[in-house]
């Protein structure tokens, strides 16, 4: 049951649709009514706790994660793997968006919020002040897609009815909830209503909760976006992940990226990252992360591309440390290329 | 099935030779224990053998405690030829080697995935004829075993037309090359080949009035051993004989396989019919005109796509009640351009038979042409609630020329029981792969499918059909063998016993030893209940997930553990299984 990745696959390309995800997770639920999770397993379930601590003193944990030894203490006593890249941590971000009649909810997961705030994070405001939007950003707590994963369901309740608190007079009135974040997203519009049933509350924000590309692709459709697009001469690849294909979105966020003038989108055979969030960040699974991984590592290769783009934080950790290039979320790209005055 | 026991010795003897690539812990015996079929028998144990030196100590101890053995590939087959009270060896992680020999022949290992070889073959612009759907994930050893076929067998034929050479180890713990060889020949094979080719020789000489006479009325057939068309004047061809044993012959390692030369363009085109006589005319009208694959869906399938996907209606008029896909391969545009227009002459001017639908030589329009037939299979397995699409009258074939009026009589036999269905398959061949929508799990419709499968039978057999044309006999077919076969049947038993003599490569198989119904060892019967297991799983709609899994494998070429482990257990049908006991 380990072996479930809860990458989704199976929703999309099973030809019976059999929801195979949903009962690893009910089956891994069941066999940890006994067997207690591992020490790496309770760290990676509780990724925005540790992110928190580590972002308070970010030089300190970015020369920590960079020094051997320490990794090598880290791997022994944690069990997460010495060879794995972790990203840099980010200084706390606070931000207060003028008022405007035009509202979302921006929810940043983990990775905007405490590793690329001045790319995903920034980037994301910014390009909804450009559009005339209030980018509303309350404080959240995880959305706890990875204790899902790891069938801890029970003790993802009390964060996610945490958060359905903050995010209800939001729903409430209509405003958006944006996810910049693949997982999280997946979290919420897929995960929550297999095993939480009878709660129109969280129904309500399930409701609200658009994905950002799709989002801002209406939005262009609709003409909200204008002509106003510097070029990007820039040759990239997009690598679509697993709980953005699986979250039956409208758009292809490929569709977005042909907005930006002078981007040369090379197409390749996308395939699985192989880091599956947290799964190959263990050290029983990073050779076998690194394995799934070296076919769309290859594909990368192969295309020569500048850089790369995803957005999902932990496929961008994964294609950093298999072709070594730089990997940043979609958005921050096109509000690179979006010129509007603030 | 008898409930046999076996001393424990062969268990440590294996241990012992094979270490750790042998198991027999609960959950890979219960990952074994299903296929693409409806079946469910837990192996005896799981070897993954590394090399033929592994598949022959396999064979050496479980021959000497006359254990059962069973060669396995992807585990996609549909009639239960690849579960068994057996040691079972999977053969997909490694036999993965492709060698291209030139001269239009590729050397392939058993494990070898066949989109994988097709990928290879694209390069040399070649491809290997037979096609099934299932060519995703399923492996040329299970093709070898299963004699598969696909729409393309149309002007191919099955498997068996395909394979030059064949090498096999045998219960006797020998490896066999089972070649087409010259009758003059044999005398100058080895002292161990020899004796095996001057048996099969006689025994063919010596059933020819009935090997003739047996011959069903098909152009296409995957039943019983293929002792048709493999001994002739010059030739004697035992690689053709093996293909289509199902692992009862012994374990194939690899095979010589002809290729042949990609068609540069191809085409095309639909017919609409109100009448089915009509379909069937038009059918032998495109065998003469030379069509390279000609399939066909009938009303209940029409009716299915368009009421899960009305805005398909634009791509058919409403009256439509068979629908056929005809193709046609050339080496130019205007070549095919003038087989269209000649089936249009022939069928739409001069016969009057059909409506023509849209046609096109343009790849991206050929798949929408299509769109009607792929969103039915789709929605086939996707079909809410208890009755399922059940694969047991699935792949008839019944020659071309009188299959229309076949169809007649099994759709007046399915109404006779009120059982809903839906019908599609290779018109070309007369192969057709009806599903009817039952529940195994109510009593009694158990009980009327009991009835209903002896008249089927009766029915392909007084067409003198064949009751598998591409998917094998497996435990579905083989109880009726002996009935369809009344004088070849002593045939498949002397072969059997000339390569197996102890019966112990897959023993439930085409010469059973010992008989049974097709209907044991079901998946889901009256009996079937979930074991509770005080966790969400239980709930109603959890159960029926896991239920919905069919096995078909199809996870085995997208899962991205798989893809990486090579691994039963890391699929997603693994899951299923494990969870369905």
Same mark, same amino acid.
């Given at each position: ?99 405007? /009649? ?36 309350? /404080? ?185 290039? /730089? ?16 | ?17 094979? #270490? ?61 030829? =690849? ?24 050397? =392939? ?23 099934? %759907? ?32 064949? %090498?096999?180890? *045998? ?97 095309? +085109? ?9 379909? #069937? ?30 805005? *398909? ?37 001069? !016969? ?13 329009? +050929?798949?929408? +042409? ?18 399922? $699409? ?9 020659? $071309? ?16 029981? %009120? ?45 003198? #059909? ?90 085995? !070429? ?20 494990? *969870?369905?006991?």
């Amino acid at each position: 049951m380990d072996y479930c990745l809860n990458c989704g696959q199976c929703l999309t390309d099973c030809p019976t649709s059999v929801n195979i995800p949903g009962i690893a997770i009910l089956a891994k639920e069941k066999l940890h009514e006994k067997k207690s999770f591992k020490i790496s397993e309770q760290l990676l379930q509780n990724g925005k706790l540790v992110s928190q601590l580590s972002s308070t003193l970010p030089t300190v944990s970015n020369i920590a994660l960079s020094t051997t030894p320490i990794r090598k203490m880290i791997e022994y006593s944690t069990g997460l793997d010495s060879r794995r890249n972790f990203p840099q941590f980010s200084k706390q971000f606070k931000h207060e968006s003028s008022k405007a /009649e035009k509202k979302i909810v921006l929810w940043t997961g983990c990775s905007a919020q405490y590793n690329d705030t001045e790319g995903e994070l920034k980037n994301s405001i910014e390009i909804f002040e450009k559009l005339g939007y209030e980018v509303i950003l309350p /404080e959240w707590k995880c959305c706890n897609v990875a204790k899902i994963t790891y069938g801890n369901i029970g003790s993802a309740l009390p964060d996610i009815d945490f958060n359905v608190e903050v995010l209800l007079p939001y729903a409430e009135k209509n405003i958006p909830i944006i996810f910049t974040s693949a997982s999280c997203g997946y979290a919420f519009m897929h995960e929550y209503s297999q095993f939480i049933k009878g709660n129109s509350n969280l129904d309500k924000i399930i409701n609200a909760s658009v994905d950002i590309h799709d989002f801002l692709y209406s939005l262009f459709l609709d003409g909200d976006f204008a002509d106003s697009f510097e070029p990007v001469n820039a040759r990239i690849v997009y690598h679509d992940p697993c709980h953005l294909k699986s979250q039956n979105n409208k758009y292809g966020v490929k569709d977005l990226l042909k907005i930006i003038p002078g981007l040369d989108l090379v197409e390749i055979d996308d395939s699985c990252c192989g880091i599956a969030g947290t799964f190959g960040m263990k050290k029983e699974n990073f050779d076998l992360s690194m394995k799934i991984g070296s076919k769309l590592f290859t594909e990368i290769e192969t295309a020569k591309p500048e850089m790369v783009l995803s957005g999902c934080g932990t496929c961008q950790i994964q294609i950093n440390q298999g072709t070594g290039l /730089e990997v940043i979320h979609p958005v921050t790209l096109l509000n690179k290329s979006f010129q509007r005055g603030i | 099935m008898n409930n046999k026991t076996y001393n424990n010795i062969w268990q440590d003897e294996l241990k012992q030779s094979l #270490g750790s690539k042998v198991s027999w812990d609960v959950v890979t015996l219960q990952l074994y224990s299903t296929a693409a079929c409806f079946y469910e028998i837990s192996p005896l144990a799981v070897v993954i053998p590394e090399n033929v030196d592994d598949i022959v100590n396999v064979i050496n101890i479980c021959r000497e405690h006359k254990v059962p053995v069973l060669p396995r590939g992807a585990g996609s087959s549909l009639a239960g030829n =690849s579960v068994a009270e057996a040691v079972v060896l999977d053969l997909t992680h490694h036999f993965g080697n492709i060698e291209i020999l030139g001269d239009n022949k590729v050397k =392939s290992g058993v494990g070898v995935v066949l989109n994988h070889l097709q990928d290879r073959l694209k390069v040399d612009n070649k491809k290997f004829a037979p096609d099934p %759907s299932s060519g995703n994930v399923c492996v040329i050893g299970g093709m070898l075993g299963n004699n598969s076929g696909g729409p393309h067998t149309l002007k191919h034929g099955n498997m068996y037309k395909h394979v030059d050479e064949v %090498s096999i180890v *045998l219960s006797n713990g020998k490896i066999f090359k089972a070649q087409n060889i010259l009758l003059n020949e044999i005398v100058k094979l080895d002292d161990f080949h020899r004796p095996y080719y001057k048996k099969v020789k006689s025994l063919l000489e010596s059933y020819s009035v009935s090997i003739d006479e047996g011959r069903t009325f098909t152009t296409k057939s995957a039943t019983g051993y293929q002792v048709w068309d493999i001994l002739t004047d010059t030739h004697l061809n035992m690689a053709s004989l093996l293909v289509g044993s199902e692992g009862t012959l012994g374990v194939f390692t690899d095979a010589v396989l002809k290729v042949i030369s990609k068609s540069p363009k191809r085409g095309v +085109i639909s017919f609409y019919f109100n009448e089915i006589e009509n379909m #069937g005319k038009a059918v032998q009208h495109l065998r003469s005109l030379g069509a390279s694959a000609i399939e066909f869906v009938d009303h209940s399938f029409i009716e299915l796509a368009l009421s899960f996907k009305p805005e *398909l209606k634009k791509f058919l008029p409403e009256h439509v009640r068979y629908l056929l896909y005809v193709e046609f391969e050339g080496n130019s545009l205007d070549e095919i351009n003038l087989k269209f227009s000649d089936a249009i002459e022939t069928l739409i001017n001069k !016969e009057q038979l059909a409506e023509v639908g849209a046609y096109s030589t343009d790849e991206a329009e +050929i798949l929408e +042409i299509f769109k009607i037939r792929k969103a039915a299979t789709v929605i086939l397995n996707k079909i809410p609630g208890q009755e399922k $699409p059940v694969p047991f009258i699935e792949d008839a074939s019944i020659h $071309p020329d009188i299959f229309p009026k076949f169809l007649v009589d099994v759709s007046n036999l399915l109404n006779k029981y %009120s059982f809903k269905y839906v019908v599609f398959g290779h018109a070309g061949d007369g192969n057709l792969h009806i599903r009817p929508l039952l529940d195994f799990k109510d009593d009694k419709t158990y009980k009327a499918v009991e009835e209903f499968m002896d008249n089927f039978v009766e029915l392909v057999i007084a067409y003198n #059909g064949s009751l598998t044309g591409e998917h094998g006999d497996g435990r579905l077919r083989t109880p009726y063998l002996q009935k369809r076969f009344p004088k070849l049947y002593p045939l498949f038993e002397e072969i059997k016993l000339l390569f197996d003599p102890e019966r112990i490569m897959n023993p439930d198989i085409i010469v059973p030893t010992n008989k049974y119904q097709w209907n044991e060892n079901l998946r889901y019967t009256p009996e079937y209940k979930h074991t509770l297991t005080n966790s969400g799983i239980d709930g109603s709609n959890w159960i029926n997930e896991i239920e919905k899994c069919h096995g078909c494998g199809t996870c085995r !070429e997208y899962c991205p553990v798989f893809i990486a482990t090579g691994e039963e257990e890391a699929t997603a049908r693994a899951k299923a299984n494990i *969870l369905e006991e």
